[in-house]
């Protein structure tokens, strides 16, 4: 049988079951059998690196809080600072040995000392990046999204940090070269400039570059390696022409780089949530840490598909996932094209909606045409989004979490907002009810431990059930019961509408990073979907993975 004709029968087959099983989900099974999709990983995004000198490499982990050591023999991967003190986008060692890394949302800056005591060392420097440590033992961080300028900090944090250079166009990922300069990216220009921190000049050494994110010295601090987040391009700098060379052509989404005291140079990807090893001399490439998600957090089923393929809002990529067999078979990556750090999906016959919950200029709600993936509408959402669902008419209903509101916005251009519910308790998944006979949306609220009901032509509201402990993704069965997420008990419910009885389906789930500072109620959302077989599927972001729930006759 040739392929195509076996994946016509299969998918005939698939469809038929779907239709047997169908009418007997009037009655909610008694039972799931919990499968993997998706197998999971420890990171939910790797970022900074730094080699620890003791065949270790330091990775940091800045969504899933933490910081990581990872046997560069062996590759296996142990935690060094676990949630929610390790919140990391960059890492360094300090001369002593103290493991030093900043907290991008939280505007801190930590310190392990070797005895094992942890400690803020510089506070309110909101979008805290990158760090490195001078010859002489002085100690540098940079701000950067939220902020823009180079500081000099104390490494013992009895000084207030010093700034150096104020806007300097985004500078990254830097280190300090044998002449005592500090070389780095400016993504915002596109080059790699040498600082002299002393005075504050800045000079550039190359350019051309599409979004340069980080650098590092070879181990003789001759050439200067540097990646490119939007190319994937491993480049290197020859010193002092500037002359550039490509060593190697990775897949888009690099964040940080490491160099090896054998030359070896080790690249993070927060998009593929994985680390390369690259050999300089040749070229070639090798995984040291593999994944297939990197921050699983809202979920939605193509509808009318017997395949149940899902689509993920992976936060650094928008991937389709086949529900059956969790084939990975569509990507769409952040820097690389104009998605925008996805957190919630919902999708239509014609649409695919993604949102964020990240503040200001990152927020938006997106568009895209869902046979083709072009974006069509970017929408400005300033207070942050989390739930998103897309009505038959185009219109958009978004959970912002930050404000407490639930808003619909129109279809015209420009888009016009409306409040329909207000003063809820930290809305963060939306479940529509458009056939009832009077349609309305459910809401979870993280804050309060509800679930409410919205009326969608007054916007007044019923609550559904109480007592819950932060609920988060949710989503309408197809027997009439909610499937919610309740993620402060690790464990995955059923709510009946009509008496707001809750049923425990599963528990001991692995879902549930701790909020961040920096971030709307919900940080991360756990997300729920519902296959029209009944299947559940739910993300955990603590093991980024993906999960099915299967009916048990």
């Known amino acids: 049988m040739s392929a195509s004709m076996f994946r016509c029968v299969s998918k005939s087959l698939a469809a038929g079951l779907l239709l047997m099983a169908s009418p007997a989900l009037a009655t909610p099974p008694k039972s799931y059998r919990q499968e993997t999709v998706v197998a999971g990983s420890h990171f939910q995004g790797v970022h900074g690196l730094a080699v620890d000198g003791k065949g270790n490499l330091l990775a940091s982990n800045l ?3 933490s910081v990581h050591a990872i046997n560069l023999s062996t590759g296996a991967v142990s935690t060094l600072v676990g949630p929610p003190l390790g919140g990391a986008d960059d890492v360094a060692l300090g001369p002593d040995g103290s493991i030093y890394w900043t907290g991008y949302f939280s505007g801190q800056l930590m310190r392990r ?11 309110n420097l909101p979008g805290l990046n990158s760090l490195a440590f001078r010859g002489d033992g002085r100690f540098y961080v940079t701000q950067l999204g939220r902020g823009d ?7 013992t944090g009895r000084k207030p940090p010093r700034k150096v ?3 300097p166009g985004y500078l990254n990922g830097f280190e300090f070269g044998p002449d005592d300069r500090l070389y780095g990216p400016l993504i915002l220009k596109g080059q790699i400039a040498r600082v002299d921190v002393d005075t504050g000049l800045i000079e550039k050494v190359a350019e051309g570059f599409t979004v340069p994110v980080a650098v590092n010295f070879d181990a003789r601090r001759e050439n200067l390696y540097v990646v490119d987040a939007a190319t994937g391009e491993l480049v290197r700098v020859r010193l002092p022409s500037g002359a550039k060379e490509v060593v190697a052509k990775l897949p888009t989404g690099l964040d940080n780089l490491a160099v090896g005291p054998d030359d ?4 993070s990807n927060m998009v593929d949530n994985d680390i390369r090893v690259v050999n300089p001399v040749d070229g070639s490439v090798r995984l040291l840490v593999e994944s297939r998600l990197s921050v699983p957090s809202g979920i939605a ?3 009318d598909d017997p395949e149940e393929t899902l689509y993920v809002a992976d936060v650094y990529a928008l991937r389709r996932v086949g529900g059956r067999e969790g084939l990975v078979t569509q990507t769409t990556r952040v820097l690389s094209s104009q998605l925008n750090f996805p957190m919630n999906v919902s999708v239509t016959a014609r649409h695919v909606v993604l949102s964020t919950a990240y503040l200001g200029s990152h927020s938006t709600l997106q568009v895209l045409d869902r046979g083709t993936g072009a974006l069509l509408r970017t929408l400005p959402s300033p207070n942050g989004a989390q739930g998103v669902v897309e009505l038959e008419d185009g219109t958009l209903l978004v959970a912002e979490a930050a404000t407490g509101r639930l808003v619909r916005v129109d279809t015209s251009e420009p888009a016009v907002t409306t409040v329909l519910a207000e003063r809820l308790g930290g809305p963060v998944g939306l479940a529509a009810d458009t056939k009832a006979k009077e349609p309305g949306v459910y809401v979870t609220e993280v804050r309060s431990g509800k679930v409410t009901r919205v009326r969608l032509s007054d916007g007044a509201r ?6 819950l402990k932060a609920p988060e993704g949710i989503a309408l069965h197809p027997d009439g019961g909610l499937i919610v997420a309740e993620v402060g008990r690790k464990r995955l419910v059923r709510i009946d509408v009509a008496t707001g009885r ?12 701790p909020e961040s500072e920096g971030l709307p109620p919900g940080y991360i959302p756990t997300g729920v979907a519902v296959g029209a077989s009944g299947t559940l599927y739910v993300t955990s972001d603590i093991e980024s993975a993906l999960y099915r729930f299967v009916p048990v006759p």
Do not use: F, H
Request: net charge positive; charged share 20%.
């Open 264 to 267: 070896q140079v080790y690249v």
């Open 502 to 513: 809750v049923t425990v389906l599963a528990s001991g789930l692995r879902i549930g990073l």
């Open 165 to 167: 250079i104020d806007a």
């Open 462 to 467: 019923r609550t559904v059930a109480t007592g």
């Open 149 to 155: 300028a180079l500081w000099e900090v104390d490494p």
């Open 113 to 123: 000392t070797p005895d094992g005591k942890t400690r803020v060392i510089a506070r």
């Open 301 to 303: 089923v193509v509808p």
């Open 63 to 65: 969504l899933g809080q």
